[in-house]
Each structure stands twice: as C-alpha cells, then as structure tokens.
C-alpha cells in the first residue's frame, strides 16, 4: 500500500437542501426515512450475503485465491512478451480498468527495460475482424499467452475469438504447441472451457460460483493480467478489505456505499434525475467509469422487481471525462433537462505533475497560467464545474481518491460494488441477474445455427422506412 493511502472519501454537500441552490435532499431526512429506509436494504443484502449469493464479498479474505492467482502469473509473466485477454463485459471491464489506472501510460509502447522484462497487455474484448487480424498480425505466436475469460464457457464474441486463435496457434506452431498458448479463467467446475482444458491440459485459474461476471473484478478474471503486469494486487484486495469493513454498518451517516446508494436512488426516484454521470477527472479513471456503467446499468436495470412485478425501472449510467467533456455535454448538464446528476471522481495528487512554465509573459491571455501546474488546473476545473453545478441546482457529488494506486483503486472497486446491490434492495430488484440480455444472446445463436437455438424470422427492413 503506497504510504498516506487513505480510502476514497464522497462529498455530497451538493446534494443537500440548503446547500444546493433551489433544491436538494432535505438533511433531516438523513437520519430520518433515508436512514431507516437503508437499514433495511442493508438488512436484506446480508442475508443474501448470508446466503451464498454474493461471492464478491468474499474476494477480499479469500487468500488461497489470491496466491493461485499470484503463482499462475509469476509463472507466466516473463515467459512471454505480450499478455492478451479474450474476454467482454465484466470479463474485460476490470481488466481494462485496472491496467488504465496503475500501469504506467502507453505501457505497450515501452520497451522491454522499461517495463522490467513484463508483458504487453492487450484485450480483445469485441469480435471486430479489423481489430482482432491488426493484432495477430503484430504478435509472436511463440512469445504470447492468451487468458480466455468466460465463466459459462459458451460467451460467443469470447469464443469465437478463442476459435480463431487457436486456429491461427496451429497454423503458426503446429497441433501440439498451440496448447501451451492458452490459460483458462473459468467456472471451477462446469462449462466448455472446463471440458477443453481437461482434454487438452490448459491450465486454469477459477472464478467461484457466486461471482458474477460484472463483479469478477476482485476475482482471478481481474487480477491475474493485472498481476502479470507487475500490479500489487495484494494491495489492491487491501483496499477492497479496508473498505468492505467501512461498510458494514447499517448506519447510513457511516456507511459510504449505503451513502452512495441512497443518494443516487432518491436523486432518480424522487427528484427525476434517471440519468447518472460518473466523470473522473484523471485519465487513469477513464477504465473505471466504463466499469460503472456495466455495473450499473446490467444490475440495476429491471423490467421486474423481486417478486414478479413490472416495474421497467433503474437509470441510465454515463461515462464523461473531464476536463475534455467539459467543451462537450457540460452545456447540456448545465441548462438541459434537470433529469441528471453528477459524479464527480477527484484526486488529492497525481502520480506526476508537469509545471506550466510560460515564455509568453507580456500576453494577458497566457500569462495566468504560469506558475501552476496541469493537475493544479485539472483540479480547479473540477472544483469550478461541481460549483458551476450547485449555483444552478443541479444535483453532484464527488468520490475522492488520496491518488489512483493499488488500495485505493481496490476500495473504490469495493465502493461501487456493494453500493449497487444496496441499490438494487432499495429499487426492490435483483442485482445480480440480466434477464434483458439473454434474449439477444438467444436470437443470436440461432442466427449462427447453434444446435437447439430455433432460427428467428426477423422480417428485412421495409423499403418504406429507407432513405
């Protein structure tokens, strides 16, 4: 854990009557009907936790885990130049969220020296032909391992890509070397992966039956090409353990992810804000905001709630950037439709800062840049759009990070995973399903004539309604 690594820290003054101008949350709520309304959710995530149903908690403790998964990459790590995932969704969500934010930038494009003899990490995440072939192409078939992630086994753009791989390891190495190209992130027990690895002698690393793959990021799917790489994922499971015992409190005034939760389900619920924007101001984040939006949108959107009723209910998570988003929806968030808050991601340091040294002094326009630094600017931009927000009464937040390394990030991981399914008890849905994805999945494999999927009548689009 770097020193001073303190666990991330959320400001919601900008959501609160009296703070927000014209509108907000009512304060004496907090320790009123908010409160007790947490309680409960609270009450009905532990016992599913109590149940076996949310593996994800149970990442953090789970040590035996944690050493496979460190040995696994050990070995591999400098047997090999390029690590590439073949995985989508939270089987490459929490990859790719972890390499961004604690890798140094534009690692692929260090040298061997530069990255202490460790891999290249690249992720094949959709089935793009383009994207996949441009990538072949620049690879040493003897010198790569691919980590297939897929917990069922049968995710088709995950094992098409698979196919193809291993299709293009035969042609390059011959039959009985193409094995050794692979390594297997799957069901501990069942699945197609499984069987392959049996049949062929692939080595695997588990992702436990209750995890699911949006919240897998704790799991050997996240930290074994986070660990290849060099990354302290003991640290980052620090982080995550630090912050699940913050959040074990019924009390919503100590509880941060009960916070969050409560927070972001009154402001969709109550005060019409169905649209939440998370938007980090560091380029390391860029990952993570993308994992919340998985998270949150696959969790949280239902057409049913627990007990059978339609509800069509859950909002619509979105990824910005700042500064850069600042000169593109900042205009929209500050005089659109008040159906939109705000979650700002902040940090107290970055790993670098440049200085702002101007030559141009006798210009007034530059001139009051000089003496400062990027993130100094960064930052402020940060703090003068969140003030920006509030003297218009537009509901915003912010999540701090002391920085973006390891346990922090861990905690932030952790952070967002327990809010969800706080927030899924509050919405009075089930967070660890999606129903509404599988009936793409099914049309789709009978598109492809899988074996027992009917091929689906889609009429062609009608020439009436073509320009």
Not at 233 to 252: D, F, H, S
Request: with cysteine; aromatic share 8%; charged share 20%.
């Amino acid at each position: 854990m770097t020193a001073g690594s303190r666990l991330p820290a959320i400001d919601f003054g900008n959501m609160i009557a009296g703070v927000l101008e014209g509108t907000g949350l009512d304060p004496l709520r907090w320790r009123g009907d908010l409160a007790e309304r947490f309680r409960d959710a609270h009450d009905e995530v532990e016992m599913r936790r109590e149940a076996g149903e949310t593996g994800f908690f149970d990442l953090p403790a789970d040590h035996l885990l944690a050493a496979a998964t460190l040995r696994m990459a050990d070995n591999f790590a400098r047997q090999c130049d390029a690590l590439v995932v073949i995985g989508i969704g939270g089987s490459a969500l929490g990859a790719a969220a972890l390499r961004n934010a604690l890798l140094p930038p534009l690692w692929n494009e260090l040298d061997d020296e530069a990255r202490g003899g460790l891999p290249d990490l690249h992720i094949l995440d959709n089935p793009d032909p383009d994207t996949v072939s441009g990538l072949l192409t620049r690879l040493d078939p003897a010198r790569t391992l691919f980590n297939v992630v897929s917990k069922s086994g049968t995710t088709a753009e995950t094992m098409a890509q698979f196919l193809v791989v291993w299709r293009w390891l035969e042609d390059t190495l011959g039959a009985e070397r193409a094995r050794d190209g692979f390594l297997f992130t799957t069901s501990p027990e069942r699945g197609t992966l499984r069987e392959l690895a049996t049949r062929y002698d692939v080595p695997t690393l588990p992702i436990p039956d209750a995890v699911g793959g949006r919240f897998s990021v704790l799991s050997p799917a996240g930290l074994f090409p986070a660990a290849a790489v060099g990354i302290d994922i003991e640290a980052v499971l620090a982080g995550a353990a630090a912050m699940l015992r913050r959040c074990a409190t019924p009390e919503l005034t100590a509880n941060p992810a009960g916070t969050l939760a409560t927070l972001l389900h009154a402001a969709d619920t109550e005060m019409g804000a169905s649209v939440q924007v998370f938007m980090p101001y560091a380029d390391r984040l860029g990952g993570f905001a993308y994992w919340v939006q998985q998270l949150w949108a696959e969790s949280l959107g239902k057409a049913l709630d627990r007990a059978g009723r339609r509800v069509e209910t859950g909002p619509t998570p979105v990824p910005a950037f700042g500064a850069a988003d600042q000169h593109s929806i900042l205009q929209l968030l500050m005089e659109g439709p008040r159906d939109k808050v705000v979650v700002f991601l902040g940090r107290g340091a970055p790993g670098a800062d440049v200085a702002i040294r101007n030559p141009f002094t006798d210009i007034p326009d530059l001139a009051y840049l000089g003496g400062h630094t990027l993130f100094g600017l960064l930052d402020r931009e940060r703090r003068a759009t969140a003030e920006a927000l509030r003297r218009e009464g537009r509901m915003n937040m912010t999540v701090t990070v002391d920085r973006v390394d390891a346990h922090s990030l861990g905690g932030l991981f952790m952070l967002f995973q327990i809010a969800v399914v706080y927030a899924g008890a509050l919405y009075g849905v089930d967070p660890l399903d999606q129903p509404g994805v599988e009936l793409g999945k099914v049309l789709t494999c009978g598109l492809m004539g899988r074996s027992g999927y009917e091929v689906p009548s889609i009429p062609p689009p009608d020439p009436r309604w073509r320009v």
